[in-house]
């Protein structure tokens, strides 16, 4: 198969669909990979390095698009990426469509295969493509958080650990998935007072064991959720239904009356965002102010930490690319159903019921298309 790697477009993504370890493995296999020139200089890839793993070097994305049979990126196509995608070409990249009605519609216009990163299953009903981003996430939640809270940010002057003598600010986590356990993880370690909201009582038994009293684990509903909103220094969103919008936990008249100079970090806002007010910001622009509270809303966060953040999503990507460049997107979907779950867009049908539902478009059984 002819793999295509473009540089990302997007503002401030540095990340890479293949570092060379990954390139290396597809031309072992008589594969050929195509790499845009430059497609890894923020992370310290060169061309030199693609080419001594056997890739070869193209100047411009669209000559990647144009040569290769499966394009493979890191986040969602831009407008001008979404035009070069053609009839049987596969695209295997996070798309997040259930927030995003034009880059649905691009898609379907393309005619292209669209295998969604984030959808894609592990059979225990995991995300293992989603997980390594949301790890990097949550981690990196804290940090934006605590910058976010220092009052050259506009934030109230608190220090997430306080110090002796002062105590520490409260971290309200609104979700106990991969996002918000990462999260408690680092504000443990920074010491501050963590509790943790979730609806599934499994996932609360499973965080309580793991914190052993380090993180208060507390059952969300709307008493508990306002309750511990007005109470937060620092939240951070880490809801996730997957494929579709996240939902509006964070409402507009629970902002008005959070504490001044409080923070959130909408994680969720790859899907919509899980707070009312939220709406995407980019590194270049990180945070605004809705009634004296600060809000990041990074779309991208792991790409402001990127070489971690693409070694990572290309340790849980590679065994799919290579299977699905072995045996071609028809025979790979129809032998992995997990691999199934991430088709989104197939020959212009809408693919995943989540994104037909959020749009209100027709969902087409994938398995009509592929038999």
């Known amino acids: ?21 990954s ?43 144009a040569k290769a049979e499966m394009i493979v990126k890191v986040k969602e196509p831009q407008p001008v990426e979404c035009a070069m995608l053609r009839p049987g070409q596969t695209l295997f990249t996070y798309l997040h469509l259930a927030p995003d009605l034009p880059q649905t519609e691009a898609l379907l216009k393309s005619g292209a295969i669209c295998i969604a990163y984030e959808t894609v299953t592990d059979g225990r009903g995991g995300l293992p493509l989603l997980a390594p981003m949301s790890e990097v996430a949550g981690r990196m939640s804290i940090q934006a958080g605590a910058q976010a809270l220092e009052k050259s940010r506009g934030g109230s002057g608190v220090l997430l650990g306080g110090v002796p003598g002062v105590e520490p600010a409260k971290v309200v986590i609104i979700g106990g998935g ?31 064991n793991e914190f052993q009293g380090a993180a208060k684990v507390v059952y969300s509903n709307s008493e508990t959720l306002e309750r511990h909103l007005l109470a937060a ?26 504490k001044p100079g409080s923070a959130i970090v909408d994680v969720a806002i790859d899907q919509g ?22 809000h990041y809303c990074v779309a991208n966060m792991p790409g402001a930490v990127a070489r971690t953040s693409t070694v990572a999503l290309n340790n849980a990507t590679l065994p799919f690319i290579i299977k699905l460049a072995q045996q071609g997107y028809r025979q790979a979907l129809l032998s992995d159903p997990n691999l199934l779950h991430g088709l989104n867009v ?18 087409t059984d994938p398995l009509t298309l592929l038999n």
Not at 194 to 201: A, F, M, R, S
Not at 346 to 363: D, Q, S
Request: hydrophobic letters at 45%; a negative charge; glycine letters at 10%.
């Open 1 to 21: 198969m002819i793999i295509g790697v473009p540089k990302e477009i997007k503002n401030h993504e540095y990340r890479v669909g293949m570092v060379p370890a």
């Open 23 to 65: 390139v290396r493995e597809l031309t072992a296999r008589n594969h050929t990979v195509f790499v845009q020139s430059g497609a890894g200089n923020g992370i310290g890839f060169s061309d030199a390095d693609y080419i001594a793993v056997g890739a070869e070097i193209l100047a411009s994305a669209a000559e990647v698009f």
């Open 178 to 208: 991969v996002v918000g356990s990462n999260a408690a993880r680092m504000a443990i370690g920074l010491r501050a007072d963590v509790t943790i909201l979730d609806n599934n009582v499994d996932t609360l038994r499973r965080l309580d």
């Open 233 to 258: 220094d620092l939240v951070i969103g880490g809801v996730l239904v997957p494929g579709a919008t996240a939902p509006k936990l964070v409402r507009r008249d629970h902002i008005a009356r959070m």
């Open 273 to 294: 965002g899980c707070v009312e007010t939220s709406h995407a910001t980019t590194h270049q622009d990180p945070t605004y102010i809705v009634d004296e509270v600060v």
């Open 346 to 363: 197939m020959e212009g049908k809408l693919t995943c019921k989540e994104v037909a539902v959020a749009h209100g478009l027709a969902y």
